[in-house]
C-alpha cells in the first residue's frame, strides 16, 4: 500500500512538475520577446535620435533659435522627412524651458505635453547629467503606447542649445496582447491536457495494482497449496489416531468428553481437508461440507460453551442474560460453527490484548428473508489503516497469526450467499455482522 501511494504521488508531481515547466517556458519565452522587442526599438529610436542630431548643423540650430525663418523652415524640411522615412509619431526641439522650437506635430512654441513623464531625461541632458543620447520607457498616452529618444543639440561654441526628441508609437504591444493571450489559452489548455494525463496514468496505474493484487493472490494460493499440502499430511495422521483412540475410550466407558473430542477432531479433519482443497483448487471450500437443517440457537449455545471453556481462565463474560432462541436454518452447519468460533477467538483475543476481561456478544435473529449474526468484542478495536488491510491473505497483526482466519472465512460466508462486514471503534468494540439467506441458492 505504502509503495502504491509512492507511485501516486511520483505521477501527481510528475504532473504537476511537466504542466510548471511547460508553463514556466512559455512566458520566459513572451517576456524574452517583449524585452528583445523593447531593446530593439530603444537602439532604433536612439540611432535616429543621434542621425538627426548631427545632421543639423550648430549653425542652423543656433539661427533656428534666434527665430530666422530660412534655417527654420531648412529644419523643418529635414526633420519631416526623417519623420516620414522612419514612420515616426513626431520629431520636436525643445529649449530648457520644454516649450518646442520646432515640431512635426503641435505649433511652434507651444510647451511640451508630456513635461512631467519626460522631464527627468530632457533635465539629465540639460544639466550636463550625461552627453549621450538616451531613450524612455514605453508610455501610455490615451489609447496608444509611445516611446522617444532624445539627443542634445549644440551651438557652434559647444554649448547645449536645445534637444532634438524622436517619438514612435510602439506597435508591437497589439501583438504581444494577442501572444498573451495566446498563452493564457495554451496555460489553460496546459493543465487540462495535464490532469488528463495524470488521470490517464492513474487509471493505468490503478489496473496495474490491480494486476499486481491478482499476481499476489496467485503466489500466495500457489504458496498456501505447498504449505498446506505439508500441513495436512503432518496433521491428518496424528487426528486419526486421536479419533481412533477416543471411540476406543467412549466403546469402554462413554462420556461427554470423548464425544467432544471426536467431534472437535472430525471438524479439524474438515477444516485442513477444506484449506487443501481450496489452495489446490484455488477455489471453493464449501463442497467438503454438507447442507443440513439444523438450530441455529443450539449451534450458538454449543459454540458459547466452547469458547468459555477455552477461556475458562480468562471468564469470559457475555452479555446477553437469555440462552439464545431456537432458529432453523438450511445451512452448512459446520462451515459455520468454524467461521463464528474463529471470530470469537480474535474478539477474545483482542480483549486480552487491550489488558481487558473478555467481554464478548453473540446473537442471531431472522430479518424477512435473511439470518443476522453479530459477533461484538469490547477490545482494543481495528484502526482504519489495519481495516484496510484486514481482508488480505496472509495480513495479520498477531505475532502468531497466519492472517488467513478473515480472509477464509469471508469467503466461506460469500460461498454461502452470505455477506461478512465489520465495524469498529477503536478502544472500544468491534461488531461483525453475518447476513446470511434463510435458504441456500437466494
Request: with cysteine.
Amino acid at each position: 500500500m505504502f509503495g502504491n501511494t509512492k507511485r501516486f504521488v511520483f505521477i501527481a508531481l510528475f504532473t504537476l512538475g511537466l504542466i510548471v515547466l511547460v508553463n514556466l517556458a512559455w512566458w520566459f519565452y513572451y517576456d524574452r520577446t517583449e524585452t528583445m522587442l523593447e531593446n530593439q526599438l530603444s537602439l532604433r529610436l536612439l540611432s535616429l535620435a543621434r542621425t538627426a542630431a548631427l545632421a543639423l548643423s550648430p549653425e542652423t540650430v543656433e539661427e533656428m533659435a534666434l527665430g530666422n525663418l530660412e534655417a527654420y523652415d531648412k529644419i523643418a524640411v529635414m526633420l519631416e522627412e526623417i519623420r516620414y522615412a522612419d514612420s515616426l509619431a513626431e520629431v520636436f526641439i525643445l529649449d530648457e524651458n520644454y516649450c518646442y522650437l520646432f515640431t512635426t506635430v503641435l505649433e511652434p512654441d507651444s510647451v511640451y505635453f508630456l513635461k512631467d513623464l519626460n522631464g527627468i531625461y530632457v533635465d539629465s541632458l540639460f544639466f550636463g547629467l550625461t552627453a549621450q543620447a538616451l531613450t524612455t520607457p514605453a508610455y501610455r498616452t490615451g489609447r496608444l503606447y509611445l516611446k522617444s529618444a532624445f539627443a542634445p543639440l549644440f551651438d557652434p561654441e559647444g554649448y547645449l542649445l536645445a534637444v532634438l526628441g524622436v517619438e514612435a508609437n510602439v506597435d508591437y504591444f497589439d501583438d504581444l496582447k494577442s501572444l498573451k493571450n495566446n498563452l493564457y489559452y495554451s496555460s489553460g489548455l496546459s493543465i487540462l491536457a495535464g490532469l488528463f494525463l495524470g488521470v490517464v496514468f492513474l487509471i493505468l496505474q490503478a489496473r496495474l495494482n490491480q494486476t499486481e493484487q491478482k499476481l499476489f493472490l496467485g503466489e500466495s494460493h500457489a504458496f498456501l497449496g505447498r504449505m498446506v499440502a505439508v500441513v495436512a499430511h503432518e496433521l491428518k495422521n496424528p487426528l486419526m489416531i486421536i479419533r481412533a483412540s477416543a471411540e476406543r475410550l467412549s466403546g469402554k466407558n462413554p462420556t461427554a468428553e470423548t464425544a467432544y473430542i471426536i467431534e472437535e477432531v472430525d471438524r479439524l479433519d474438515g477444516i485442513v481437508t477444506g484449506y487443501l482443497d481450496f489452495a489446490r483448487a484455488g477455489g471453493k471450500l464449501l463442497p467438503t461440507d454438507q447442507l443440513e437443517t439444523f438450530d441455529l440457537g443450539e449451534l450458538l449455545m454449543g459454540i458459547k460453551k466452547h469458547i468459555s471453556d477455552k477461556y475458562r481462565d480468562s471468564h469470559v463474560e457475555w452479555t446477553e442474560t437469555e440462552p439464545s432462541p431456537a432458529l432453523h436454518l438450511i445451512g452448512y452447519r459446520r462451515s459455520l460453527r468454524q467461521v463464528i468460533l474463529n471470530l470469537l477467538i480474535n474478539g477474545a483475543e483482542a480483549c486480552l490484548e487491550a489488558g481487558r476481561p473478555v467481554k464478548l456478544s453473540l446473537t442471531a435473529e431472522r430479518t424477512h428473508d435473511r439470518v443476522v449474526i453479530r459477533i461484538i468484542d469490547f477490545g482494543r478495536g481495528i484502526s482504519r489503516k489495519e481495516m484496510k488491510k484486514l481482508f488480505s491473505p496472509f495480513y495479520t497483526t498477531k505475532p502468531s497469526g497466519s492472517g488467513l482466519g478473515l480472509y477464509l472465512s469471508r469467503k466461506i460466508i460469500l460461498e454461502m450467499g452470505g455477506k461478512l462486514e465489520i465495524l469498529s471503534e477503536l478502544e472500544r468494540k468491534t461488531e461483525v455482522i453475518i447476513y446470511l439467506p434463510d435458504k441456500p441458492g437466494k
